[in-house]
């Protein structure tokens, strides 16, 4: 997200209006419906802030209100993939509410989004009653039926008679699913079983023991359990919570980055951002009903404690001396909740120890709350030694940006987490290792702050516009680098892919129009070219109707543009050279999501170019283009891509056990092969130094091994499921996309010669 804050002036007189004419409740509405009150204050939010002004009452399309498309949007966010309601219902919805739900949003009163809540969860309750009966079939998977995969662009089932034969083949796809997972999980059980007996080591492992324990599920039960666990974590979101989905819809509808958050989401937001939390530095996942530590954050008071560990399960959870609140089968966010707090603060956990020989074990953990730094979100480094063509070596410096974090807090003073003032002092060590070119990666960063993707920008151009924004009046102002000076004026790559959004499109457009850089990736980056800006509702409520803090709007605010005058909205920034990856592909970017804003295009900045990269480029290109062409793994990624597309477009599994066991093998055994071929071709990674914040004055740089997969970030998604194609042993981790941009790096090395031998003015961050 590019976000930044307006002035508090400028949005109270863009919402004196409503403000005025909001009054009083009305009679209709109860006074003390919080959420009513909220609902209100972001509907007429988003009419008179939102860079579209669209009135709720007004028409998007031909016959359709914004309000209307807003219910639209609910009910895709309740059912995603089209699975519960049928047509009938969307039809009953749409004649009781279409025509009155701006005025009944307007006039606080939420009961359309409850109603249609309450029948959403009659749906789940009948669909996991007949999900039961279709579970006590036998199934003999010897069909030539096929089932959908994915149904979020198909239409709704017409009835409940087409929903049932919707779910039938999904049932029995998700059953054969579970049974081919639990056969393969009991053969690997095996073979571990048999070497370990054969290494004579006799003592199991403590994750194997607590599976021991656990009371094994059979496929159905498995399948069963992921229902009722559905159920259940609908049937326990109260009206505030199904209050928050209605306004997220709400504002979704205006664009796919306005949205409402929660107090809770807010909270959330706010971590990301400023990276850094208080609480007890653990990371839990849901499962089997359980908040289950996943991983302990590195110097957390978790970890420093010592009496934690990965795998166990919490059960209850104490505020200091309070009472214990018993938390299994409890939401996880809520669980999170309860667990954060104040720094020095106690909380006191109920767990269940992962390698306790006694299941019925309960153990009592206390720890006190403090600073935990999320520092797998941080800007890293590395120092890679590449061996060029002459025997020599080249260094070569890369810098890995997972977002553009801020401390959101402006008192938080110098202390304040800031990626610019990171990066400079990684930057700074790389320098004095003597690197001859540096690689920014920015492949996944989803962006962040738009005042520091400017002044990132600052340390690689002396001055100048680095974007231009535009509001919805039509006013354009420039945003010019802060701080004069260079910090790195050597060879300079931007790598990116489509998951590189706003914020990252900003810092890769400015060096690519100045002729800093050379942009290297995917076809296109994201296409995220719009501002947003966090608005705390309790802000703009009636004095009387604030009770508690009321979360906040995401609003898009602002356009933003390059200083060329192209917008990076819809059409992303286009890559100098192209690299064959997974990620480049249609389905990733602006133009996937729904009611995305129209590109267009502003005049240019007057700008002086940094550099004359675009002059390399042509020759830059065909020499990596030679390569990529007979490159094994780039030729690998071109298979998989298209067997991909194919599969998106069957959008369909096969019912056959038979048939599907063959497409198992299939693809395990073209993993193993591959797996083997990498084996014997034997380990040409690049010899690494790593350099972290922490590191950063060392004395001495640790060794990385490039040959191994890197840390996944605490905030990918992760997946509790064995995925029954992957190839047994270990295996061999390739980034070809990330080799060729070093040897695309030693090609811009000896084109533009040595490196500087000093560096020009640094800024002071």
């Not at 920014?440 to 738009?450: E, P």
């Amino acid at each position: 997200m590019a976000s930044r804050t307006l002035p508090h002036l400028i949005l109270a007189s863009l919402l004196a209006a409503w403000a005025l004419a909001a009054g009083t409740p009305s009679a209709s509405a109860a006074p003390d419906d919080k959420m009513g009150e909220i609902a209100a204050t972001v509907a007429h939010t988003l009419e008179n802030a939102h860079y579209n002004r669209q009135q709720l009452g007004g028409e998007v399309e031909p016959g359709v209100t914004q309000a209307r498309r807003a219910l639209d949007r609910y009910f895709t966010l309740l059912d995603y993939n089209r699975l519960f309601f049928t047509q009938e219902d969307i039809d009953g919805f749409v004649t009781k509410h279409g025509d009155s739900i701006h005025d009944d949003i307007l006039l606080r009163n939420l009961d359309p989004a409850y109603d249609i809540y309450d029948r959403f969860l009659d749906r789940v309750e009948d669909r996991v009653g007949k999900i039961r009966v279709l579970l006590e079939k036998d199934y003999d998977f010897k069909s030539d039926r096929t089932a959908q995969l994915n149904r979020d662009d198909e239409p709704w089932p017409a009835n409940e008679a087409e929903a049932d034969r919707i779910w039938s083949a999904r049932i029995e796809a998700e059953l054969l699913q579970a049974i081919i997972a639990d056969q393969a999980l009991e053969e690997a059980a095996a073979k571990k079983k048999e070497e370990s007996a054969s290494a004579k080591q006799a003592k199991p492992e403590p994750a194997e023991s607590t599976a021991a324990r656990l009371p094994k599920r059979t496929p159905k039960e498995t399948v069963m359990k992921r229902y009722e666990r559905l159920l259940k974590s609908l049937r326990d979101e109260n009206r505030e919570d199904q209050a928050s989905t209605f306004l997220s819809a709400l504002a979704q509808s205006y664009d796919p980055h306005s949205e409402y958050m929660s107090q809770r989401a807010l909270d959330n937001f706010n971590i990301q951002m400023g990276l850094s939390l208080f609480g007890i530095g653990a990371e839990l996942r849901s499962e089997d009903g359980y908040a289950k530590i996943q991983r302990l954050v590195p110097g957390g008071p978790a970890e420093r404690g010592g009496d934690l560990k990965v795998n166990d399960r919490i059960v209850a959870v104490a505020q200091d001396d309070g009472e214990y609140e018993d938390v299994v089968d409890m939401k996880l966010d809520k669980v999170v909740e309860k667990i954060r707090g104040k720094k020095g603060t106690v909380v006191r956990l109920q767990v269940l120890p992962a390698d306790s020989p006694d299941p019925s074990k309960v153990d009592v953990v206390t720890i006190v709350r403090d600073e935990v730094k999320l520092k797998d979100e941080e800007a890293k480094a590395q120092v890679i030694e590449a061996k060029n063509s002459d025997g020599g070596d080249a260094k070569i410096g890369w810098i890995t940006l997972p977002s553009f974090y801020a401390n959101m807090d402006r008192n938080a003073g110098g202390s304040a987490k800031s990626t610019t003032k990171d990066v400079a002092a990684l930057l700074k060590r790389l320098k004095r290792e003597g690197i001859e070119g540096l690689v920014v990666d920015l492949r996944r960063d989803s962006g962040g702050s738009l005042d520091e993707a400017v002044r990132l920008t600052g340390l690689f151009i002396d001055r100048g516009p680095v974007v231009q924004a535009k509001a919805t009046d039509g006013r354009i102002t420039p945003m010019n680098d802060p701080d004069p000076g260079v910090l790195w004026d050597g060879p300079l790559i931007v790598l990116m892919n489509r998951l590189s959004a706003s914020a990252s499109e900003i810092f890769a457009a400015a060096l690519q129009d100045y002729g800093r850089a050379v942009v290297v990736g995917d076809t296109q980056s994201f296409g995220k070219g719009t501002v947003q800006t966090l608005l705390e509702v309790d802000g703009f409520m009636p004095t009387f109707a604030r009770k508690g803090k009321s979360g906040a709007v995401k609003l898009t605010i602002q356009k933003f543009y390059r200083v060329k005058g192209g917008s990076t909205q819809l059409q992303g920034v286009a890559s100098d050279i192209i690299l064959p990856s997974i990620t480049d592909q249609e389905d990733f970017g602006e133009g996937a999501l729904d009611f995305p804003l129209g590109y267009d295009e502003v005049p240019s900045r007057e700008f002086r170019p940094a550099g004359n990269v675009a002059a390399l480029i042509p020759r830059l290109r065909e020499q990596s283009k030679a390569r990529v062409t007979s490159d094994r793994e780039f030729g690998y990624i071109s298979e998989d891509r298209e067997r991909l597309r194919k599969q998106k477009e069957e959008n369909a599994v096969t019912l056959n056990k038979s048939e599907r066991l063959a497409e198992i093998a299939e693809d395990k055994g073209r993993r193993e092969a591959r797996n083997e071929v990498r084996k014997k071709a034997g380990n040409h990674a690049f010899a690494a130094l790593e350099v972290t914040l922490d590191t950063v004055d060392a004395p001495q740089l640790q060794k990385v091994a490039l040959d191994k997969p890197p840390k996944r970030s605490s905030l990918e998604e992760m997946t509790d499921e064995e995925d029954p194609t992957k190839p047994a042993g270990e295996e061999v981790y390739v980034d070809p996309v990330r080799d060729e941009t070093l040897r695309i790096m030693q090609d811009l090395v000896r084109s533009e010669g040595p490196p500087p031998v000093t560096a020009r003015a640094e800024p002071g961050s």
